[in-house]
């Protein structure tokens, strides 16, 4: 009250100072300008300026700086975001409101309650709106990932028609298998070769992106291959960052013009994007007859082949964001899955014996994996990889606008235009949901014995009534059966209508080149290297590399009694 006063008392001495009329010109617009802000701060003395005063909120709301509200806050924590929503969700609890300039007031939910109240039964009243498609129109264009109602209606509804049990079924016996045995020999070429620690990280993406490159768009980047950065590669990864880095600064369009280089480094890389989807375009529309009949019909050729009632198809722009926006859905998220799903295996014993108990058992020394064994008969490993995508949530936060005022389950108000934010990585590290051991990494929190009742799974999975039956040949894991959690618990795969359409695809590919990689290498953590952490990205990517030592390892031949190398 002291500082109201005294502002007060100021604005009153300047407007008498105003009224003098021999004042000079610039003496009044110098005096006006300090009156106006003066007002501006007697009107947001802790908020945003342009932000609403909301005082019911009450304890909810976060009180920050004049005019900046909670700005300075997000400068601070920039390298390390999910460590501030951590932080304030266990300060002010599981709902917090702060305000930033342009972008207004911002809630942050953290419970399922919340989550399913969002992601499903508003799910029409939470968008993604226009402040995401500000930060990443340049690079993701109208694809899914910016998309909203009739438009992600339409992307989502032409891409589910390629993630079939077949195509999932074919991947197993082929494509995931082949990519992870080729990994195999480029880390052995590179690491045990060459008695030096590779970067597990760099090469799980390289992966992931030379398999669902020509399984999706028949592009061959032979990522793999190539010894060092890799150009497209390169230009994702910093497009990924862009993005986050203008989600955290409202001013970015101003703040980059002063950065050298900034704007022309973003223009290059964004190009580079273009100019491998326009080839993938190209190359399938100069395809010929033949060409098409010898190959299986792809992601692209959905939309590729899309027209609608009057015979209108999709432009090469409209190509090029579902190019890019299914590049980030299948590349970043398996591979970054299996970086952080390799670090806690390597960095836990018990975890890692655990995990080869169950190869050993289950596949008796074979390589014989298909579909039905991965969903069905290796729940610690499943376990394994859920647990890790509960702790390091691979697509760590995201946010909706509000289209109309709504009513949150606590009786929080949303008002029209407010962001409603939520972090998955938080919602992991959450003891009241997850209980007292959320920050720790605990993959039998997963599993259930096999004499328990019936278990409800995710949305849209099944209930189990009898015992699972192990494949002919192949042991029965010793870990009981793998329960999956309620997705808005568990929304590492999001939730609600725009639960992940990759998620069983994301899940094959990483179990099995788990598998393959366990059963022929051994692979240690490279000494003397810090704990990892992520870097600002729109993806939970390792900041530093994740250096590990690499041997292959001679295991005996099936029913032959004789060892070989592999």
């Known amino acids: 009250m002291v500082l109201v006063d005294m502002v007060m008392s100021a604005k009153d001495s300047l407007l008498v100072y105003l009224s003098n009329s021999n004042r000079s010109n610039s003496e009044i617009a110098i005096v006006t300008t300090a009156v106006v802000a003066i007002g501006l701060l007697l009107r947001y003395p802790d908020r945003a300026i342009g932000s609403e005063s909301r005082p019911e909120l009450g304890k909810k709301s976060i009180k920050g700086w004049p005019l900046l509200g909670n700005l300075p806050e997000l400068i601070r924590f920039g390298e390390t975001p999910l460590e501030m929503m951590q932080k304030n969700f266990e300060t002010f609890g599981d709902i917090y409101a702060m305000t930033i300039p342009i972008r207004g007031r911002l809630f942050f939910v953290n419970t399922p309650e919340m989550m399913e109240h969002i992601l499903k039964t508003r799910f029409e009243n939470y968008i993604?709106?226009?402040?995401?498609?500000?930060?990443?129109?340049?690079?993701?264009?109208?694809?899914?990932?910016?998309?909203?109602?009739?438009?992600?209606?339409?992307?989502?509804?032409?891409?589910?028609?390629?993630?079939?049990?077949?195509?999932?079924?074919?991947?197993?016996?082929?494509?995931?298998?082949a990519s992870a045995i080729d990994l195999c020999d480029v880390l052995i070429k590179e690491g045990e070769l060459r008695n030096k620690p590779v970067d597990l990280q760099q090469s799980f993406l390289k992966m992931t992106m030379d398999v669902f490159g020509k399984m999706t768009f028949g592009l061959d980047f032979q990522a793999l291959k190539h010894e060092g950065p890799h150009e497209f590669g390169d230009a994702f990864d910093y497009c990924t960052t862009l993005i986050d880095e203008r989600i955290t600064n409202p001013f970015f369009r101003l703040t980059h013009w002063f950065i050298p280089g900034k704007n022309r480094r973003s223009r290059e890389a964004i190009a580079v994007l273009d100019r491998y989807a326009a080839k993938a375009i190209e190359d399938r529309r100069n395809e010929t007859e033949e060409e098409k009949a010898n190959r299986a019909k792809d992601l692209l050729d959905h939309f590729i082949n899309y027209a609608t009632e009057d015979g209108t198809t999709l432009t090469p722009q409209d190509l090029r964001d579902v190019f890019v926006n299914f590049m980030v859905a299948g590349r970043d998220t398996t591979a970054l899955t299996l970086s952080w799903q390799f670090y806690y295996i390597l960095s836990q014993p018990r975890v890692l014996k655990n995990i080869m108990k169950e190869i050993q058992i289950v596949l008796n020394g074979s390589e014989d994996i298909t579909y039905e064994l991965l969903m069905n008969e290796?729940?610690?490993?499943?376990?394994?990889?859920?647990?890790?995508?509960?702790?390091?949530?691979?697509?760590?936060?995201?946010g909706k606008v509000a289209v109309d005022d709504d009513v949150l389950p606590d009786g929080t108000q949303v008002r029209k235009g407010d962001l409603v934010g939520f972090s998955t990585w938080c919602m992991g590290r959450n003891r009241r949901v997850w209980g007292e051991d959320a920050a720790i990494f605990v993959p039998e929190r997963w599993l259930v014995d096999e004499e328990d009742e019936n278990h409800e799974q995710n949305g849209d999975a099944t209930h189990t009534k009898a015992k699972s039956t192990p494949m002919h040949g192949h042991g029965k894991s010793p870990f009981g059966k793998?329960?999956?959690?309620?997705?808005?618990?568990?929304?590492?795969?999001?939730?609600?209508?725009?639960?992940?359409?990759?998620?069983?695809?994301?899940?094959?590919?990483?179990?099995?080149?788990?598998?393959?990689?366990?059963?022929?290498?051994?692979l240690e953590l490279a000494p003397g290297q810090e704990l990892p952490t992520y870097r600002g990205a729109a993806t939970l990517t390792m900041k530093n590399p994740f250096l590990v030592m690499v041997k292959s390892l001679h295991r005996e031949e099936p029913g032959q009694g004789k060892t070989i190398a592999v």
């Open 128 to 177: 993604k709106g226009d402040v995401f498609r500000e930060v990443s129109s340049d690079i993701l264009g109208r694809g899914i990932f910016v998309a909203d109602q009739e438009q992600w209606r339409f992307h989502r509804k032409t891409a589910s028609s390629i993630f079939t049990t077949k195509l999932f079924r074919q991947v197993v016996r082929g494509a995931f298998k």
């Open 378 to 398: 290796l729940p610690y490993l499943k376990s394994v990889m859920h647990e890790t995508l509960r702790l390091a949530a691979i697509v760590p936060r995201n």
């Open 482 to 522: 793998f329960r999956m959690e309620n997705q808005f618990k568990f929304n590492s795969f999001n939730a609600g209508p725009r639960l992940c359409l990759g998620q069983t695809f994301a899940t094959l590919e990483a179990m099995e080149t788990t598998v393959i990689l366990l059963l022929r290498l051994k």
